[in-house]
């Protein structure tokens, strides 16, 4: 592709404001823009990625690649790439397994031979090893600022033929190109919501350019509505079945891939040799985000490293999607394909429900965090589409706290920067009224102990009892009329006081069975409030031994003051903190408490409450209780 295939549409977009930089773009006039084939997939990374599990120095650790491939696989062998020391790939299972002894992260390419013969097929990985007290993570890291790179704004038009249902069609895709440095950067294909237009994301993409990322939107007006051009969107994809519309608009995410590869592997251009092929992120916003769900689905062949969820649709919210899917549909898993992922939720959204974005996290099968922007609404995402519900915060306030997460996501994935790893995984926002955290990060070794999802509310997945005082429990979802899709059946353990001291205990095996948890580093779980007053309760973990000496660690307050396990909830203006966050107590705290607890012979974990004044007029849930 030639130089005058990208259009220049508006001034450098040095920190601009986001109003600002939306009255740009509704003034630039495309001209010049000719339309191109889009090119062919080649131009892609040579293989997919995987994200092995983060391990520590000295702790045991296991992992495998055998889920990374294009199809089914057997006999590994290490490519290029070194392992850390102390670990190495078994070449008949795929497993990465070890004891490590040194921190660093590796990239990987792993061949392997499918099982139905023919040439060997390769997967990228990376394994990141931390120090045995993680001292590679830096807190107090944010991304909220502008960064320090000028930002460009571009536009290219092309034709594209569907890879869902083989049409071609017209787009426009905008282009924000950061100044520096010289050399290949992370890409970013952005999807636009229904009712929205693709250039109305210039102050969220703009800012996150800024630190180095190059951003596309594309226009796709066909496969559901855009104030730009109405009458083009087809009515089965935009209304109909509109599940089909986000399958067509992932196809459009691979197309505006394709086509600017090709422009970057054509000299005389702003694109020339600026993009790496192998750090590609899918995103997008409200149905753009269901266009991401399909383009994570299909991660495999799209040689993805990441993708990023706004108020996004979940493709199973649709019955036509469950395997094996009602054609021309294609099936939605019901686990997520293997791939880092960052999904975004507004605390206030007035157009998709919250509990659609959190059944997300629920079928992590790669590192995810799910972030709740609290006081944030659907449409503050653009630039310009009026208010849709009663926000808290202001538009530019959002886009910032949004993009501060989309920066520390491409740079730990892009970058291998660990050194965010508390800020995506760890235990950085725990106490923050600005936006609350819920994370999985697929870890080794990890001792799950219940996940809640057999419906049994007497037996955990470790065969122990579990069992309650004072409280009742089932195993349901959180949300049924609303999030909880019956295609999936994902459910939580929910607790319903009854009175003002209770408990739930978790007995870790069957009668005088105990484990050892003394390689792992936290205790985690996800949890949920439902009352208005956030945790104003007394809440503890206990820790119980073979011997029955016990540690008691209290992790909420009465006052709804914060203890640093969860946040403050002290006035009426403060956030209602009823979303999943993630709670994680590190397992030196039980010691601390009772130093002559032995973490060698854990026999249970109890949850215990004190709910003085609200005994029956909230609940409690808990999900993925497990060691780290």
């Keep these: 592709m030639d130089a005058p295939s990208l ?34 997939p080649s131009l892609r990374a040579a293989a997919p990625f995987a994200a092995l599990a983060v391990g520590h120095v000295g702790r045991p650790y296991a992992d495998h690649v055998r889920d990374a491939f294009d199809a ?6 290490l490519v290029s790439g070194t392992l850390p020391g102390g670990l190495a790939l078994d070449g008949t299972t795929g497993e990465v397994r070890g004891t490590p002894q040194e921190a660093r992260v590796a990239r990987l390419r792993i061949a392997a031979t499918p099982v139905a013969g023919g040439a060997e097929l390769e997967v990228r990985a990376s394994v990141a090893i931390l120090s045995a007290n993680e001292a590679e993570v830096r807190r107090g890291q944010s991304f909220e600022a502008q960064g320090p790179q000028t930002v460009r704004l571009y536009s290219s038009s092309f034709t594209w033929t569907s890879s869902f249902d083989g049409r071609a069609r017209p787009a426009t895709v905008y282009i924000y190109v950061p100044s520096g440095p010289a050399g290949r950067l992370p890409l970013l294909v952005f999807h636009r919501g229904r009712g929205f237009g693709h250039d109305d994301y210039g102050g969220l993409l703009s800012r996150v350019a800024s630190h180095g990322v190059i951003c596309a939107s594309v226009s796709d007006e066909q496969s559901f509505a855009s104030p ?16 089909l519309g986000m399958e067509s608009a992932s196809a459009a995410q691979e197309a505006t891939l394709d086509h600017l590869l090709g422009i970057a592997a054509r000299s005389g251009n702003v694109l020339s040799g600026r993009i790496d092929a192998e750090e590609v992120f899918f995103a997008g916003h409200s149905r753009g985000g269901g266009a991401t769900h399909a383009s994570h689905a299909r991660s495999i062949p ?11 649709f979940d493709l199973r919210f649709f019955s036509q999607t469950a395997p094996p899917g009602v054609a021309p549909a294609y099936p939605i898993a019901t686990s997520q394909a293997r791939l880092p992922s960052l999904v975004i939720s507004a605390e206030e959204d007035g157009d998709l429900v ?12 790669g590192p995810t965090t799910f972030v709740t922007v609290y006081g944030a609404i659907h449409n503050y995402l653009g630039d310009r ?4 519900a009663t926000a808290r915060i202001t538009r530019a306030e959002q886009q910032a706290r949004i993009a501060s997460f989309v920066v520390a996501f491409i740079r730990r994935w892009a970058q291998d920067d660990v050194s965010l790893e508390g800020f995506l995984y760890g235990d950085e926002h725990a106490t923050s009224t600005r936006a609350g955290v819920a994370s999985w990060r697929r870890s080794s070794p990890t001792l799950l102990v219940d996940d809640f999802q057999d419906a049994d509310p007497t037996r955990n997945v470790l065969g122990g009892a579990n069992t309650v005082s004072g409280l009742t429990r089932s195993e ?40 050892d948890v003394s390689g792992h580093r936290v205790l985690l779980a996800r949890v949920l409030q439902t009352a208005g007053t956030g945790y104003r309760l007394g809440m503890w973990l206990r820790l119980t031994d073979g011997a029955g000496r016990s540690a008691l660690v209290k992790v909420a307050a009465e006052n709804g003051s914060s203890l640093g396990f969860l946040p403050a909830r002290t006035t009426t203006s403060a956030p209602a903190l009823d979303r999943f966050l993630t709670l994680s107590v590190p397992l030196v705290r039980f010691t601390q408490a009772t130093p002559s607890l032995d973490l060698r012979s854990i026999a249970s974990i109890d949850v215990v409450f004190n709910t003085p004044s609200e005994r029956t007029s909230r609940q409690v849930a ?3 209780v497990r060691f780290e």
Excluded: W
């Design 7 to 40: 259009t220049r549409i508006a001034r450098p977009l040095a920190r601009p404001a986001a109003r600002a930089l939306a009255a740009a773009c509704v003034a630039a006039l495309l001209v010049g823009a000719r339309a191109e084939m889009a090119t062919a």
């Design 72 to 77: 089914p696989v057997r006999s590994y062998r």
């Design 228 to 243: 730009r051009a109405p009458s083009s969107a087809e009515r089965q994809y935009d209304s109909t079945r509109p599940e």
């Design 302 to 312: 799209l040689r993805a490293k990441g993708a990023i969820y706004f108020m996004a």
């Design 354 to 365: 919250y509990p659609i974005a959190d059944e997300l996290i629920d079928r992590a099968t």
């Design 385 to 388: 589409n009026p208010a849709e």
């Design 476 to 515: 349901q979802p959180v949300y049924p009329s609303t999030g909880s899709f019956s295609s999936l059946g994902l459910r939580h353990s929910i607790l319903t006081f009854r009175s003002a001291s209770s408990s739930l205990r978790l007995s870790l095996g069957g009668t005088g069975v105990t484990r």
């Design 622 to 624: 808990i999900d993925d």
